[in-house]
């Protein structure tokens, strides 16, 4: 597409990549199976009800009591795209079912009968429909949906602020502005000037600018937060149709900011759903609050803006937010129950935090879970021409290349219970090419070894460690990530209230121990003072 940004390194974009046994496998496996077993006459009723059409099945309840419209795109997107990743017919056909049925209640002229909330989701699902389940009808639907919006959706777009968090008056428009990120890859595979149009309208510059040129913005109101990090993938888009470097500079600063001033060391952000003030806010909350985090769908806004960021950019530290994430957040979440039973709320009180699933059904969260999931296998390796990156230390696979040229890495690992990770490479003819891997910013003295033989390659922690070769069939890779224990503060007004962390893992007290703090001396020997 004219005027598409560069990118540094692409994603394998859901094709290619399999997870091997290991907790990210099995846990997709499960969410497959929970999502898939819910019967499509369920999932339809609310929207067959509304057009006056026969509507067996029963109804979902919570969220979806009415129609399943908050999720249903959603339901698309993360269906789509983990058929495409896992090659899972079945569950690629459910999806398109879904759309068939769905596409009977939809009228002539467009009207899908969704708040503009609803119809942002519809938007990604329309779109992964196309790119990971071949379906021919998706943006034909999505144009014609597009046209009833334009005509129809309110265009006040007043920006967010302590008193409406999300933007929602004067007529239901909340997170409005996130419209553009969907409408924007609609334009990049499709052409259509209509969506980028659309798209347009949307652009979030009130918001967004307070990052155009610092990463330390004054002022920033206590909004929404995972639709305002969320929102940050609409300017990620904006960049890629513009190329405009504004944009990119905007991703980054937000980026660098919510690290610094919002995350707690789980990556999750937004106690009381809004973004906190940097002064100590973040540090309070933990002594009041048990809704500390939208935990699915704040992993899902995270991976999305980190994986924009580390493709535009080429920088390995945007993967580390990805591997926070993983392991703390979306992948220690509990899982999604077939009756809709979705864990929502991160909870990190100082006196005892609990797991427990949100009071609703099919809530929001219920939607990002499967996208989530799914996107572990569009996140573990990167590549651009004559380089293969690793990005996540996970048991996997890829093929890179097609044909002859083709080469299958193999990572088996125990990684983060261990500090190895063991690549072996398989291929035709003997090939050149860089093969990189991501040192974490926390990590100090990772090694690689090839064939038995210690390499001097670079390891500086935050970013690539490389090696250029001609490698063979054959070839073995051992790298070795050292973990530590460290201590993460909450923040900076609050330095001695802290998260203890074992390489990228946020370890828990038992609960037998959470009665009293734990107190020890400023410098102490974590080891010592922790390890029996």
């Known amino acids: 597409m004219s005027g598409a940004a560069a990118r540094e390194l692409e994603t394998f974009d859901y094709r290619h990549v399999r997870l091997l046994p290991g907790m990210l496998q099995q846990q997709v496996a499960r969410t497959r199976d929970v999502y898939f077993s819910v019967p499509n006459d369920d999932i339809l009723k609310g929207f067959r009800r509304q057009a006056g059409l026969p509507a067996p099945g029963k109804d979902m309840g919570g969220w979806a009591a009415r129609t399943s419209a908050g999720i249903f795109g959603q339901l698309l997107s993360g269906m789509a795209r983990l058929a495409c990743a896992t090659d899972d017919r079945p569950l690629r056909d459910k999806a398109l079912a879904l759309f068939e049925g769905w596409l009977e209640t939809v009228t002539p002229d467009g009207n899908v009968n969704m708040s503009m909330y609803a119809w942002e989701k519809l938007v990604c699902g329309l779109v992964d429909l196309r790119l990971y389940a071949d379906c021919d009808r998706a943006l034909p639907t999505l144009a014609r949906t597009t046209e009833w919006a334009s005509r129809t959706f309110d265009r006040s777009r007043n920006p967010a602020d302590e008193f409406d968090f999300w933007g929602e008056y004067p007529a239901d428009t909340h997170e409005w502005y996130t419209l553009p990120e969907n409408l924007y890859r609609a334009y990049i595979i499709s052409g259509n000037p209509a969506f980028k149009e659309f798209a347009d309208i949307w652009r979030y510059e009130h918001f967004w600018s307070r990052f155009a040129e610092t990463d330390e913005p004054e002022g920033v109101p206590p909004v929404h937060a995972y639709s305002h990090v969320n929102t940050l993938?609409?300017?990620?888009?904006?960049?890629?149709?513009?190329?405009?470097?504004?944009?990119?500079?905007?991703?980054?600063?937000?980026?660098?900011?919510?690290?610094?001033?919002?995350?707690?060391?789980?990556?999750?952000?937004?106690?009381?759903?809004?973004?906190?003030?940097?002064?100590?806010?973040?540090?309070?909350?933990?002594?009041?609050?048990?809704?500390?985090?939208?935990?699915?769908?704040?992993?899902?806004?995270?991976?999305?803006?980190?994986?924009?960021?580390?493709?535009?950019?080429?920088?390995?530290?945007?993967?580390?937010?990805?591997?926070?994430?993983?392991?703390?957040?979306?992948?220690?979440?509990?899982?999604?129950?077939?009756?809709?039973?979705?864990?929502?709320?991160?909870?990190?009180?100082?006196?005892?935090?609990?797991?427990?699933?949100?009071?609703?059904?099919?809530?929001?969260?219920?939607?990002?879970?499967?996208?989530?999931?799914?996107?572990?296998?569009?996140?573990?390796?990167?590549?651009?021409?004559?380089?293969?990156?690793?990005?996540?230390?996970?048991?996997?696979?890829?093929?890179?290349?097609?044909?002859?040229?083709?080469?299958?890495?193999?990572?088996?690992?125990?990684?983060?219970?261990?500090?190895?990770?063991?690549?072996?490479?398989?291929?035709?003819?003997?090939?050149?090419?860089?093969?990189?891997?991501?040192?974490?910013?926390?990590?100090?003295?990772?090694?690689?070894?090839?064939?038995?033989?210690?390499?001097?390659?670079?390891?500086?922690?935050?970013?690539?460690?490389?090696?250029?070769?001609?490698?063979?069939?054959?070839?073995?890779?051992?790298?070795?990530?050292?973990?530590?224990?460290?201590?993460?503060?909450?923040?900076?007004?609050?330095?001695?209230r802290v998260a203890l962390m074992h390489g990228p893992v946020v370890l828990a007290m038992h609960e037998a121990c959470c009665r009293r703090p734990l107190l020890m001396e400023t410098g102490a020997d974590l080891p010592s003072r922790l390890v029996e």
Not at 344 to 367: E, I, N, V
Not at 369 to 385: G, I, K, N, S
Not at 404 to 409: I, K, R, S, T, Y
Request: glycine fraction near 10%; aromatic fraction near 12%; hydrophobic fraction near 35%.
């Open 233 to 496: 993938s609409s300017a990620a888009m904006t960049y890629a149709v513009t190329a405009d470097e504004r944009y990119l500079r905007i991703c980054e600063n937000a980026c660098d900011y919510l690290l610094r001033t919002q995350c707690y060391a789980t990556g999750g952000f937004g106690p009381d759903e809004r973004l906190m003030p940097p002064d100590g806010s973040l540090g309070r909350s933990l002594e009041l609050l048990g809704d500390h985090a939208e935990i699915p769908c704040g992993s899902w806004a995270g991976f999305k803006l980190s994986r924009y960021l580390i493709t535009f950019t080429g920088q390995a530290r945007f993967g580390d937010w990805i591997e926070t994430i993983i392991y703390n957040a979306i992948g220690a979440a509990l899982p999604t129950q077939p009756e809709g039973r979705t864990f929502y709320y991160g909870d990190y009180r100082l006196s005892t935090g609990a797991k427990q699933y949100y009071w609703h059904a099919w809530p929001c969260c219920s939607g990002t879970y499967l996208q989530a999931t799914a996107a572990y296998h569009d996140l573990v390796y990167l590549t651009r021409p004559g380089a293969l990156y690793v990005n996540l230390f996970v048991p996997s696979q890829v093929t890179w290349g097609e044909g002859e040229d083709a080469v299958l890495v193999r990572q088996e690992t125990d990684y983060p219970e261990s500090k190895a990770i063991n690549l072996q490479l398989y291929m035709h003819d003997p090939a050149t090419f860089v093969l990189g891997f991501r040192v974490p910013a926390w990590c100090r003295g990772a090694s690689v070894v090839v064939n038995g033989e210690r390499l001097d390659a670079c390891t500086a922690a935050g970013g690539w460690a490389t090696i250029e070769r001609e490698w063979r069939s054959g070839d073995h890779v051992a790298i070795r990530i050292p973990m530590e224990l460290r201590l993460a503060p909450v923040d900076t007004q609050h330095p001695d």
